[in-house]
T-cell receptor, first 114, second 109 residues
Framework: DGGITQSPKYLFRKEGQNVTLSCEQN?????MYWYRQDPGQGLRLIYY???????QKGDIAEGYSVSREKKESFPLTVTSAQKNPTAFYLC?????????????FGNGTRLTVT | AQRVTQPEKLLSVFKGAPVELKCNYS??????LFWYVQYSRQRLQLLLR??SRESIKGFTADLNKGETSFHLKKPFAQEEDSAMYYC???????????FGGGTRLMVKP
């Protein structure tokens, strides 16, 4: 059963700590994405990766870092430099980067930083 | 800059009534437009895209370039249509995606 797995579902951290959110897909998709959702706002793109060992900044990359060492995995690190880290984070993938490949989404991780 | 506006955060209709979820966009070019839906306790999934001009679950959406709108419509709403709906624009290269704020549709019995 192919899909995208994000873990954990809920994550709590103290201010000043880095935290890494996991995203794994077994759909053999080349492109992967990280979005952030805040109340009253749409999904905003943090980072995306077109292919292994390549990634690009999205609209709100400051305070975040990613890696793409394996095709299946695209972990997101929320660093202490991110001013408002508490949010719902959504990972997605698509077969290719482009409009012909629909996005597939994970179930999301809710991060709370106190 | 790309911008997508869904003016209604919540839309409540009775079963059998027509429904229209509004989406307006601003984009300097010809973006692709999509509607995504998230049902309760399920993940976000593609509902339809404008270039396919298809009807999914009775929903249709017509791209109006003059009004820069891509409203989602269904003539007779069903209770199972209750969900969160997101409008999305994507540039041709696929590296600029902009979601609207979402509209929660509630279909009452």
């Amino acid at each position: 059963d192919g899909g995208i797995t994000q873990s954990p579902k809920y994550l709590f951290r103290k201010e000043g700590q880095n935290v890494t959110l996991s995203c794994e897909q077994n759909l053999n998709h080349d492109a992967m994405y990280w979005y952030r959702q805040d109340p009253g706002q749409g999904l905003r793109l943090i980072y995306y990766s077109q292919i292994v060992n390549d990634f690009q900044k999205g609209d709100i990359a400051e305070g975040y870092s990613v890696s793409r060492e394996k095709k299946e995995s695209f972990p997101l690190t929320v660093t202490s430099a991110q001013k408002n880290p508490t949010a719902f984070y959504l990972c997605a993938s698509s077969r290719l980067l482009g409009v012909d490949s629909p996005l597939h989404f994970g179930n999301g991780t809710r991060l709370t930083v106190t | 800059a790309q911008r997508v506006t869904q003016p209604e955060k919540l839309l409540s209709v009775f079963k059998g009534a027509p429904v229209e979820l509004k989406c307006n966009y601003s984009y300097s070019g010809s973006p692709e437009l999509f509607w995504y839906v998230q049902y309760s306790r399920q993940r976000l999934q593609l509902l339809l895209r404008h270039i396919s001009r298809e009807s999914i679950k009775g929903f249709t959406a017509d791209l109006n370039k003059g009004e820069t709108s891509f409203h989602l419509k269904k003539p007779f709403a069903q209770e199972e249509d209750s969900a969160m709906y997101y409008c999305l624009t994507v540039n041709n290269a696929g590296n600029m995606l902009t979601f609207g704020g979402g509209t929660r549709l509630m279909v009452k019995p």
